[in-house]
């Protein structure tokens, strides 16, 4: 009898959270929304700084959402093509078509393929290079704020360490710009497989600590589809991270200071 009991209680439990995602939105919250408050991003120029293609549908798809529905400029900067496996131009061929779901312009899109910045685990991504790359892409497309990584890099990859770093040397060396920053903020194994329940654990932690922006994802299924157009990752696994991730339901954000 306890087990229907807590069966039925996660499944209410579930339910509701789809409730909160589908008609409760990012208003409920006075954090949720970027864009408004004096510690969230200015409604200028934003750019993703991410490592391999597909990082974007997985992991910052709530926040991209939020922002094309909101007519932000969004600019995407990709640092390789994932060509650990050989298919470095086919996942960037879908890393184009998910940009489309996505709604970000593809004349706002580069997709990196540099000798010293290639997939794979153990391969070390210059920290200096890094900076050169992120300075190039902010001075000609008139950037005021980048989204990235935070220093665990949600999955704890290598290549999404670096990229925080990279950011951050990025924001130290260049102080004077005034250019904002935000990471996507790494949850612990719970949190990160609990699907949209993490909504609510989201909002409590905000509670805590109200410099975060917390960002609900009111179109799950636009980041379904977004994911599927990386046909060449699109397997059984990853069709399971994309139901349960709490990062396809929702994103935190925090700010970097440098």
Not at 78 to 98: F, P, V, W, Y
Not at 178 to 202: Q, T
Not at 208 to 235: C, D, G, R, T, Y
Request: aromatic residues 10%; positive net charge; charged residues 15%.
């Amino acid at each position: 009898m306890a087990w229907l009991v807590v069966s039925l209680s996660l499944i209410v439990i579930w339910v509701a959270s789809l409730c909160k995602v589908f008609f409760g939105g990012t208003s409920n919250s006075r954090a949720a929304i970027i864009g408004h408050g004096s510690n969230t991003p200015d409604k200028k120029n934003i750019m993703f700084v991410i490592a391999h293609p597909d990082d974007e549908s997985m992991f910052f798809s709530p926040v991209i959402n939020y922002l094309t529905s909101n007519a932000y400029n969004l600019h995407m900067l990709c640092l390789s093509t994932g060509n650990a496996d050989g298919m470095g131009s086919i996942r960037k061929d879908e890393l184009h078509q998910a940009c489309a779901v996505l709604k970000i312009s593809l004349q706002q899109l580069r997709v990196l393929d540099h000798p010293n910045l290639q997939d794979g685990f153990g391969k070390v991504w210059s920290h200096d290079l890094l900076t050169e790359v992120i300075e190039e892409e902010v001075t000609k497309h008139d950037i005021h704020t980048i989204i990235t990584f935070d220093n665990h890099g949600v999955s704890g990859h290598c290549n999404h360490r670096d990229v925080h770093r990279g950011v951050l040397n990025f924001l130290q060396t260049n102080s004077g710009k005034n250019i904002k920053a935000w990471e996507l903020v790494s949850l612990n194994i719970f949190r990160k497989y609990c699907g949209p329940v993490d909504i609510w654990l989201s909002i409590l932690s905000d509670k805590k600590h109200p410099s975060k922006v917390i960002i609900i994802n009111e179109q799950p299924w636009k980041s379904f589809k977004a994911m599927a157009q990386h046909l060449s990752q699109w397997v059984w696994f990853r069709k399971l991270f994309v139901s349960f991730s709490s990062y396809t339901y929702a994103n935190t954000l925090n700010r970097i200071i440098p």
